[in-house]
């Protein structure tokens, strides 16, 4: 889970590619499960076709994200569920959840680990700046410690900086969760209250809009179409603004409306657009976590900090003598990757 980040998109259906198979390849563990969209007896066409019973929604890794599955997972010995979806038989399957016994694991894992890739090169420099000065203070022997009370103060301002940094980025992570599970229930929603009142037709139609918003969504989320301001009259017939699909679903549902309706499908209806402003309103949320970073003075600050600490530890520990090096580079290993896990969830998508 530290590997990979938070928050993503969801699919509807195996007919459409995943926009982040090719920029996220290493989705890693999926941290929760949620119930699959009420689907109906009857096939849709077009996007919105999906067998009855064979979609499972789950909240992946990094971009915790939504995707159908058609097959469950597979045995512990062969890849950790970690994720509680359903069973074959209805019911809700308990996930494995990481423990301290699995620790030989991680181990075997560390290799390839995405967030030692992201601070290789600044681990490196650490590494080989360490080497340096043991390879001066075995020859010369100038090389002196500097005092402890300096050390202890910046280990304390570190601890802090690092701490709040994190606990920040992790609070976004904690609004883009709830985002996708507002967005998803909204959705779930729409789909229950359509079924009351709408005819089959209808529900062709809206299910063949709702198919193309998960893609969509995961696009605009990226960077991609409808995002960074893009006007909606620039999008071509592949390139759809999610709002976009939302808005002429509420448009579609405001037209099935007769003259000769009854009050109870008027209440419906009112309903329906009301989960149609929640999932609009979700959105922007998003878009807002994407678009307003955490601020950059902060983040730049803690980063320089954290440099200037792991410089000075070569001579802080220089007579652990032939060791040094090593404590040094476990140490700016541990260091590092704390500061890079609070970057890496900063952008839950």
């Not at 970690?82 to 075997?108: C, F, K, M, N, Q």
């Not at 699909?245 to 329906?272: N, Q």
């Not at 140490?331 to 609070?342: D, N, P, R, V, Y």
Request: hydrophobic share 40%; charged share 20%; net charge positive.
């Amino acid at each position: 889970f530290f590997c990979e980040r938070g928050i993503g998109v969801f699919s509807m259906s195996s007919r459409l590619r995943n926009p982040f198979a090719a920029a996220w390849p290493n989705i890693a563990n999926t941290i929760n499960s949620l119930e699959s969209l009420p689907t109906r007896k009857k096939e849709t066409k077009g996007f919105g076709r999906n067998e009855p019973g064979s979609s499972k929604w789950q909240l992946c890794g990094r971009c915790c994200s939504f995707a159908i599955l058609g097959t469950p997972f597979v045995k512990r010995s062969v890849l950790r569920r970690s994720v509680a979806v359903p069973e074959s038989d209805g019911t809700l399957g308990v996930p494995e959840r990481y423990s301290s016994e699995d620790w030989s694991e991680h181990i075997r894992n560390f290799p390839f680990s995405v967030i030692l890739k992201r601070i290789r090169s600044h681990l490196a420099f650490n590494a080989l700046f360490a080497l340096c000065i043991h390879v001066f203070n075995f020859f010369t022997g100038l090389v002196r410690p500097p005092p402890l009370a300096l050390l202890s103060a910046c280990s304390t301002a570190l601890g802090l900086l690092l701490v709040f940094r994190t606990t920040a980025a992790y609070e976004r992570w904690c609004a883009g969760y709830r985002c996708v599970r507002e967005t998803k229930q909204h959705l779930q929603q729409l789909r229950r209250l359509a079924r009351l009142w709408m005819s089959e037709e209808d529900l062709e139609w809206m299910d063949g809009q709702l198919a193309t918003f998960p893609a969509y969504l995961g696009t605009f989320l990226g960077g991609g179409v409808g995002a960074r301001g893009k006007s909606w009259a620039l999008l071509g017939e592949m390139e759809r603004d999610p709002r976009d699909i939302l808005v002429t679903c509420g448009e579609g549902i405001y037209k099935c409306l007769r003259p000769d309706s009854p009050t109870s499908a008027l209440y419906v209806e009112d309903r329906m657009q009301g989960h149609i402003t929640g999932a609009l309103s979700s959105i922007e949320e998003m878009a807002q976590i994407v678009t307003v970073p955490v601020s950059q003075e902060y983040s730049r600050h803690t980063s320089r900090f954290l440099t200037v600490y792991v410089l000075i530890l070569p001579f802080a520990l220089i007579e652990l003598g032939h060791l040094m090096p090593v404590a040094v580079t476990v140490t700016a290993w541990a260091l590092l990757s704390i500061e890079e896990i609070g970057h890496t969830l900063e952008d839950p998508f």
